[in-house]
Structures are given as C-alpha cells and as structure tokens.
C-alpha cells in the first residue's frame, strides 16, 4: 500500500495535433513511505504530475497508479495539501479536518478521537473552533496538512505546501514536517522549486528539465542523510551548513541553472 | 443604537421634510394640485389609516402588496437559487439553459404584466407570476456567477475529500457562491417591488399599488404621497430584514473582509 508509479506518462494540454505538450514520457517509481520531491523551473510541469496522481487531471499517454491501481478520479486515498491551503472558509478548523471522516461515513465517536489526534499532531488543539481567516498562514496551513493527515491517506500529495509562506514560518513548517514523518511516515510526493527544502525533506529528489518537462536526474539524498547522520540535527540551519548538504544543493542548483540557460528569451 | 452614521443619514430626511414644508406651505412656490403640502399628507394618512380608501384601511392593503412580494420572491429564490447552482456546476446544463435565458431576459418584467392579466385575472396569483418572472432572473444570473467564481483549488480539496454530490453543493458550492447570491437577492427583493407595484397599477382590487391608482384617477396628490412612501417604507424594511438575514450567513466572510 502506497506507491506510487509514473510510467511513460505525456501530458499535452490542448488539443492532441495543436497542444502544448507539458509532460514528456515521465517514468518514476515512489516507493511505500518514501518522500520524493520534484524540482525544476517554473511551468515545467511539476504540479501537473502531482495533479494527476490527485485525479484532477488526466495523462494524455501512460499511466498512472497508486497502490497498484490506476488513477482515475480524485479520493482520500490521495491527500492534497494545496499552496493556497484550500480550505472551506465557513467551517471551523474541527469542521474542516471532520469533513473527509463524514464522507467516509465513520460513527460520530470515532470522528471525534481521530480529529482530537489530528488536532493534537499539529498543535491545533486552542485553534479548534476558530475559522480560518482568524488563523495565520502557517496555521492554516496546519489545519490543511490535518485535514489530510486525519484520512490516514497511502499518499500524501504537497504541492509548493510552503510557497505562500513567510520565511520563518516555512522553517518551522520545515522542521514540523520532518518530525511527522518520523512520527508517523507516509508516502510523500512533495512539489517545489525550493532546491534546499527539496534536500532538507525528501528521501529522494527528481529534477525536471523545462517544457516539455522530463525528468532529468534523480538524486538519492537518504543514503547521504543516513551516512552523514544529518538526523542529528534538530534544526534546519544546522543541516543547510553541512559539507554533504551544500554538495548535493549546489548541484541541483547548477543542474537547473542549465535550464534556465537554455531558455530562449 | 444609531451610530454617528445613522444620525446624519436622520439629518438629511429632517432637512428634506423642513424643504418641503418651505416649498409647499411656508412660500406656496408648489401648489397644493401639484405636490401635497406636509399637512394635506397627513390628512389623507388619517385617512387611509382610519376610515380606509380605495377599499380598506392602509394595513390591509399595505399587508396585501407585502404578502404578494413574499410569495413571489420565495417562489423566485425556491427557483432561481437552484437553478443557477444547477447551470453553474454543471457545463450541459447551462449550455442547455442560457441560450433560452439570453432571449427572455431583455423582456422587461412589466412586459409581462399584459400576459399574465390574461392568463390569471386580476387576483393574486398573476402578481405573483410577474414578481416570480423579474425576481427570478438575477437570482438565477448571480448563483451562476457565484458557483463560476469559486476558486477551483476549493472544490479540488473537496473532491479529493471523497465529498458526495449532494452535500458538496450543501457545503461546499452553495455556502462558496452565497456571497453572490445574496446580491442576487437583493436584486430580486428591488425588482419584487417594483413590478409588484406596476402590475397592482395596471389590474388589481386591493394593494398600495391599487391605491396609488385611485388616488390619481381621484385627483388626490395627498395619497398619491401616501402610497408612495408606504412602498418606501416597505421596501426599506425587507431590504433591512435580508440584510441581517445576509450578515447571519456571511458571518464567516464579513469578517474576512474587515
């Protein structure tokens, strides 16, 4: 139970003949509990590959699945975590998080326990009847990684999760990311163009080259995490100023500046 | 009660009623055949009040017109609201809908007025087809927009929520869109009003709009004042009443807002 399979998938947007095609033959393999994030110049089509595990778009060639079963509309079993946080502004923050158990149909018992805990993993519990707008960014965006968190999902899919955050807040979002997936690991397809974000988090990271987007490199940061110990660490700047961290930034940086190089203007 | 705002907005309707009693009964620059003077207005309001005219009392036909309006535009927004939800979340159906709409909607409701005489009389239930025919159209215009406006992200989360088709236009299309449909509403509420009253002009037995009829085929400027500012006055009130029913439900937006 979740993994997630990209194999030979295109998308084009637009009609087949005329279309723009933003994904070219993407092929990648995230296994059960492993946090792969995706990096590339912007419109190179990474959320779209996260769009399409979601269910909200569809591959014009290849397939996708997840757990072994093909992708075909969006569900819990694939949880979101939006760059805008998404959630509904009318409910309070229990309400947000109960919405996805009501629709599993669970006792009203059950409800409460697994929304307490969600409430509790995210240090939401003061927060509980509040609305969202009377929240901050980074606390709504705690409720959002709840809500998603509370489905108990095979993956869970973040698309840029941190990019309309403020520099400290995204830090500790950072670290707070970190701790649950050592609390309790999933499967993680994580979106940004945040290069250190990407080596801080992922176990692996792909980067993409610029549309049509393919993936160019994938990086195994996790056996460099594990040799050079980087758990060690409780904070992020004391992992970002090690010489293994630098290393493998520096070349994911140079390996999407020739991206961007290539761009015409 | 009444902030700094409300007492300038009493201000301006003192100063206004002081003109009125300069122009018409101070100076006599209006004549009494032309505009009633302040104390011909209450005449004919003690009149109507007590004794009645055109009929009845000014309660009953005031209660009359206002009934009429309820009806019409709880029928209209019974209507109105899910069909807009309807054409706005579903692309066949407002492809389906909108060409017939695109043709009905430059017809101005008191067009309808004729018509609806002639189909139902000149009882109740053909006001109420006329309130339901102009109330309806910009319920159903602002739903529509507001379920196109929605962000998609928030639908996106709702979905990948495994949220079922009924409750997701309960609690998630129909409270995103509100905004819009309250001003909608507000539309439909005005435009009630104001083909309630054509239509009682045009064929009816009892309402303000009947009285103001009377009051002009009687060459009697006092009532014709005092059915018009019983319209007002109406119209004021129910806007004030969906107004807090409005700020009830967009609790959570108004806030938003601040």
Known sequence: ?????????????????????ALDNINLEIAEKEFVAIVGPSGCGKTTCLRMVAGFEAPSAGLISVSGKKVTEPGPDRAVVFQQFALFPWKTVRENIELGLRNKNLPAGERNTLVESALKLMNLETHADAFPHQLS?????????????VLDPDVLLMDEPFGALDAQ?????????????????????????AVEEAVYLADRVAIMTRRPGRIKEILDVRSIRQAENWDRFQK??????LESFVHLRTHIWKSLREEKGSQSI | MIGRRGWIGLGTVAALIALWFLLTTVTGIVSGARFPSPAEFWLSL??????????????????????????GFAVAIATGIPLGLWMGWNRKAEAAINPVFLVIRPIPPLAW??????????????KILVIWFSAFVPSVINTFAGVRNIDRPMIEAARMLGTPRWRMVREVIAPAASPLIFTGLRLSLQASWTTLVAAELVGALVGVGFVLNMAQQDLYPGMILVGMVTVGLLGWATTVLLGMVERRALSWNMAARD
């Open chain 1, 236 to 241: 992020i700047e004391d992992v970002m100023d």
């Open chain 2, 113 to 126: 007025i004729p018509l609806a005489i002639l189909w139902l009389g000149l009882g109740d239930s053909a």
């Open chain 1, 137 to 149: 960014g980074g606390m709504q965006q705690r409720v959002a990684i709840a809500r998603a968190y």
């Open chain 2, 46 to 71: 003690r009149q109507i009040w007590g004794r009645g005219y055109a009929g009845g009392q000014l309660i009953s036909h005031a209660l009359h017109s206002l009934k009429l309006v309820a009806m």
């Open chain 1, 169 to 193: 807040t995204r830090v500790v979002m950072q670290e707070e990311l970190v701790r649950l997936a050592r609390v309790n690991p999933r499967t993680v397809l994580f979106i940004t163009h």
């Open chain 1, 1 to 21: 139970m979740g993994s997630i399979l990209f194999q030979n998938v295109d998308k084009v947007f637009g009609p087949a003949s005329s279309g723009v095609k």
